[in-house]
């Protein structure tokens, strides 16, 4: 039976939960058109096999080769090219992540294959699908036409899961042929950053836009931010003006949040931004202008000046907390 | 050094994209062009890095003959030289549009000898196809990482960092390489009336594309099912803080 291959993204031998969603997609299309769900894992195996077929997977390549020990788009992508030759999927998909799309564009790059990046509906034939564009403000439908389909799905378009009936997850090893000029791109040194509270796990973020004014009027934000427990984030104006690092930037050039709450303060709610914070489960918006598209598509809002409104939710929060 | 940078024309749109009646591209009436922010940082980055190790730095964009307003705002914030692949406007692929974008830097090369460092956007702002760098770094045979926010040249050494959830990854790369930049790499710089002056007389050195299409077909555009919403307005001053906290009350966020 010809299979759908899945390439595992992981990092340091741990399965990264993209490719859950990867998975998920792979079992119910599969399923829809008659294949078998496989799984590639380059570099250390550590127990992924197992994950892959609890969320699915019939089969687990491993490529095991010295040089992906560690993460290199192109090690990577030539692992996968080579599987692809040697297994001849039928489809072959990734989580659009920045890992998963790198990895594909190299493997497609090598076997002069067309990829579809950041699929949202793939037919079961996998000739037709809907993907994103502009950071999924707008949707394309495509044909494709080729003899392997290499495609994403975009992040978050399917829900994770395991599978109700698993896989056998059988393992099977691979040994890739791959140059030593590979090691070119392959990771030399990592910074571990100190772990807190980031900005796509934030519970409550508060966004500040241009109407905050200027760098410093950022201060009261950031106390209510403290006090709920959440982060600051921003829009591009502010990147822009150098009052916040890009770190903080929301958005289709930033960063996706989906907090329980986003307060959108003084943002206009540009559909680049607004992609980015869609997924947000409540939004509050504080803007002067009541037909602003943050209001109109918010949940909640409060038409007034955020300066002096923000120093007043902050009394509140303190009186009722105590402090 | 000799640095080439790839931009792409797209629109700007504001609050929402409108889709033309045919369903085959973005509404453009009453819309300017710009390229992608990821963009716009290689520029600055090109820019930067030109005037700590000397050299010159060169953008090309394959698009619509009005994407020279793209190739001239590259050039009054200090980038040398432009090259415009004039291809009608019409929609390429990503295997397409990389077919004729490694031809042109073939062609440019053989000319004038290779560019040390490439870089592209991590991917175009219309289109994110994620891949048009890659493919050409493949053909051209050379290293290439996407997602990069930092890059220093340390003599025929290219370091580039690229941010993770967890921290950073660092990628060392010999020269000459290929990189997909990510907005932050820099603050870009906004053009000074001299800059702008200058880049009317920059040339425009054109290339012709020639490429077949690849095996993506667009068939049409739509937009996404919107959010609708019925806003509660929960005041117009400072005395809707008390409704604001019950609201985080409620959402068991306080
Ligand atoms: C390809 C591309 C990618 C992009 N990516 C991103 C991205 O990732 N993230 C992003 O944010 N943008 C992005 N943008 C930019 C986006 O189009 C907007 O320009 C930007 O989001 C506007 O930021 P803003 O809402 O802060 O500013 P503005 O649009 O200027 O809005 C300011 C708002 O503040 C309100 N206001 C002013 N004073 C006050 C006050 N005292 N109290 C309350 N409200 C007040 C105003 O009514 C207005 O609604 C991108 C653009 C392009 C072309
Ligand atoms: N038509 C084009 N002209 C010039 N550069 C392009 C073009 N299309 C894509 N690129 C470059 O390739 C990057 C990735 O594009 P994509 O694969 O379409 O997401 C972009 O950020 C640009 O740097």
Known sequence: MSSVLVLVESDQGAMAPATHEALAFARDFAAAAGLAVHALVCGTESGMAVEAGAHGAASVHVADHPLLDDYGPEAWGETLAQAITQYAPAVVVACGTDRGNEVMAQAAARLDLPFVANCTEVEPGATEMTRTQWGGSLLEQVTLDAST???????????????????????????????????????????????????????????GGRGVGSAEAYAPLEELAELLGGRVGCSRAVTNNGWRPHSD???????????????????????????????????????????????????????GDLHTLIPAITAEVKKRKGL | MRILTLIKRVPAPGARINVTDDEQSVNTANLGFTMS???????????????????????????????????????????????????????????????????????????????????????????????VGVRVAHRLDRPMVNGIKGIDVEGDVIVARREVDAGVEVYKMPKPAILGVKEGLNLPRYPTMKGRLASKKVEINAVPPVADAGGQVKVRLLRPVETVSNTVVLGTDESAAPAVVDLFEELGVL
Request: charged residues 20%.
């Open chain 2, 37 to 131: 922010p990821h963009e716009e940082c290689a520029v600055e980055g090109a820019v930067q890095l030109i005037e700590q190790h000397g050299g010159e730095s060169t953008v090309l964009t394959l698009g619509p003959a009005e994407a020279e307003e793209q190739l001239r705002y590259a050039a009054s914030i200090g980038i040398n030289n432009a090259v415009l692949m004039d291809n009608g406007g019409e929609d390429w692929d990503p295997q397409r549009t990389a077919k004729a974008i490694g031809d042109a830097i073939e062609q440019l090369e053989a000319e004038d000898g290779p560019f040390d460092l490439i870089l592209f956007g991590n991917e175009s702002a219309d289109s994110g196809g994620f891949q």
């Open chain 1, 249 to 303: 930037q929301v958005g289709q050039t930033g960063t996706r949040i989906a907090p329980e709450l986003y307060i959108a303060c003084g943002i206009s709610g540009a559909i680049q931004h607004w992609v980015g914070a869609k997924a947000s489960k409540n939004i509050l918006a504080i803007n002067t202008d009541n037909e602003a598209n943050m209001v109109t598509k918010a949940g909640h809002a409060v038409i």
């Open chain 1, 149 to 207: 389909r290499m495609l994403s799905v975009a992040p978050h378009a399917f829900e994770g899961s395991l599978a109700a009936v698993p896989g056998a997850g059988m393992m099977d090893m691979f040994a890739p042929v791959l140059d030593d000029s590979l090691s070119r791109t392959k990771i030399v040194d990592r910074v571990v950053l100190s772990s807190g509270i980031t900005l796509s796990t934030a519970p409550v973020v508060i966004g």
